[in-house]
């Protein structure tokens, strides 16, 4: 589903921030992105969502060259992937509801699926109560679940989550891992980038460590380790 | 299609109504632009009927002498007409001048009197002459000067051009000059005022980069994204123009009456009503206008990611 082949990416002038990094991720995988701060999981995920373009190397996504993307055809493959944040990235101006329903309006959904749909993600992840409040109103665990409600909404192949928990409580934390891996375990490909080591102990899933922009370990079922 | 112009138009009004202070902002600097633009209009206008006024009061007069016979002035008038640069010529009989006199200053004892001390009529028949512009005043002077020089000589008591010809002049260039200027200005003013404009609507959408970055990272479209940006633009627009527009109504009622004191002839109401849809236009396409093509040059750049 998603492959990537010696993929450096350097920032001018010479920050180095991705190193002849290669790894294939397999439909249905939930796989972890660890390392420190700065060792390259945001960028990686930067890359996968074309926010930034490599300086080498190629990216596949089902099969199209992300690096030769034009970007017209951009909003096509964007709406295959859910992307969450660290920062929640919310439509300030918009509802809870609005935001969710934003991406439904723009892969085309009738005002009937809309309406459906964002009312069931709301009450899966416990917004059923705030769908009138505006992000700014929201509690950060709040407004994180709301990201999710947003990634998930148009049914994605694939959701990239770059330090959900970086902003929330364990509690909120853990609350946002349970609803990753329900997300997952009904089929969706899950690639999760964090530095918390008790959430990747406790996932027992796939773990891709990255160091100073290279990956220095690749395990099936790994664990924190540095 | 259907349904996603529906959704742009709703997105456009949400995003407008939501933000009061930035849309009153935008709404703010668009009347003043499109009042400049309305007055520029307005003013080139009234400032054209003051300069015909004022041209039309430029003339030569040719007074003829005592006694002179009507049918040889007539014959005068006749030879005058069919010169090609002169516009009209009108004929003042003695009668007419004094009762055009008496009209004039019936309110005026000093005159009222003196003209009685006088006695019996003082003033001369005339034939008021108008050219078609101010450099053909000399050409019909010398056509009089051939003239005179021969049969109607003995006609003529004085040809009031000379006399006059500095003020004529002068008139002339000033008018011309007023023309030119008010070109000018009327250039530079609107330049500023789509400056400006512009210059705010940016601002304003500068603000909102990280929402058309998000927007673009969920799989938007540009014309999902661009859509309601150009409807805000274009309401903040349309409530500019009906702003602008109830301004200038009360400013042209109220003022009307006034202006015809001081400029006889010239309403400004009338002329307002009569050109009402002229300015409507002029308005909306100023207002919408510059929304929608500021809204549009502002994201072309944030578009790109």
């Known amino acids: 589903m998603v492959k990537l082949q010696a993929v450096t990416k350097i920032f001018l002038p010479n920050i180095l921030a991705l190193e002849n990094v290669s790894f294939e991720i397999k439909p249905k995988e939930f796989v972890s992105i660890a390392g420190k701060s700065g060792a390259g999981k945001t960028t990686l995920l930067r890359i996968l969502l074309v926010e930034e373009k490599p300086t080498k190397g190629r990216i596949f996504f089902d099969g199209q060259d992300l690096s030769k993307i034009e970007l017209a055809r951009l909003p096509q493959l964007r709406r295959k992937i859910g992307a969450v944040f660290q920062d929640y990235k919310l439509l300030p101006s918009k509802t809870t509801y609005e935001n969710i329903a934003y991406v439904m309006e723009v892969i085309g959904a009738t005002e009937e699926e809309i309406a459906r749909d964002v009312n069931q993600v709301l009450e899966i992840v416990g917004l ?15 407004r994180q679940r709301a990201a999710i409600a947003r990634a998930l909404i148009h049914r994605p192949d694939v959701i990239l989550a770059d330090e959900p928990t970086g902003n929330l409580d364990p509690y909120n934390a853990l609350d946002i891992i349970r609803l990753l891996l329900k997300i997952h375990e009904l089929g969706t490909t899950v690639i999760l980038a964090t530095h918390n080591k008790e959430i990747i102990n406790s996932l027992g899933k796939r773990v891709i460590t990255l160091e100073e922009g290279r990956v220095i370990r690749d395990e099936e079922r790994g664990r924190f380790v540095f | ?34 009042f400049l633009t309305t007055s520029l209009f307005l003013s080139r206008d009234v400032g054209q009927f003051l300069i015909s006024t004022i041209q039309e009061k430029a003339d030569i007069s040719v007074y003829f002498k005592e006694g002179a016979p009507e049918e040889d002035i007539l014959k005068v008038k006749e030879e005058i007409s069919e010169i090609p640069e002169v516009k009209s010529v009108k004929y003042v009989s003695k009668s007419e001048a004094l009762e055009s006199f008496v009209q004039r200053h019936k309110d005026d004892p000093v005159l ?19 050219s078609f512009e101010a450099s053909q005043y000399q050409a019909v002077a010398n056509f009089l000067d051939d003239t005179l020089s021969s049969s109607l000589k003995d006609l003529v008591e004085k040809v009031d051009y000379y006399q006059r010809k500095p003020v004529i002049e002068r008139i002339f260039a000033l008018t011309s000059g007023m023309g030119k200027a008010g070109i000018s200005l009327s250039i530079v003013l609107a330049i500023v005022a789509i400056l400006v ?19 673009r990272l969920v799989g938007a479209s540009n014309w999902f994204i661009r ?6 633009g274009a309401i903040s627009g349309i409530f500019a ?11 042209c009622w109220f003022l009307s009456p006034k202006i015809e004191i001081l400029f006889s002839g010239l309403n400004v109401w009338r002329y307002f009503t009569g050109n009402f849809f002229t300015i409507i236009l002029i308005q909306l396409v100023t207002g919408i206008g510059l929304g929608v093509i500021s809204s549009t040059i502002a994201i072309r750049k944030y578009l790109k990611v």
């Open chain 1, 128 to 142: 059923e109560r705030r769908t009138k409040n505006f992000p700014a109103e929201l509690s950060a665990g709040e």
């Open chain 2, 1 to 34: 299609m259907f349904t996603s112009i529906k959704r742009i138009l709703k997105s456009g009004w949400l995003s407008f109504s939501r933000d009061g202070g930035l849309a009153a902002a935008t709404c703010f600097i668009m009347v003043m632009t499109i």
């Open chain 2, 112 to 130: 009222m009197e003196s003209l009685e001390e006088v006695g019996g009529n003082p003033f001369l028949a005339a034939l008021n002459i108008r």
């Open chain 2, 197 to 215: 404009a512009f210059n705010t609507i940016r601002l304003a959408i500068l603000n909102q980069k990280e929402e058309i970055k998000v927007q």
């Open chain 2, 227 to 232: 859509g309601p940006f150009l409807v805000q």
């Open chain 2, 241 to 251: 123009t009906i702003i602008c527009l109830l301004i200038f109504t009360l400013i």
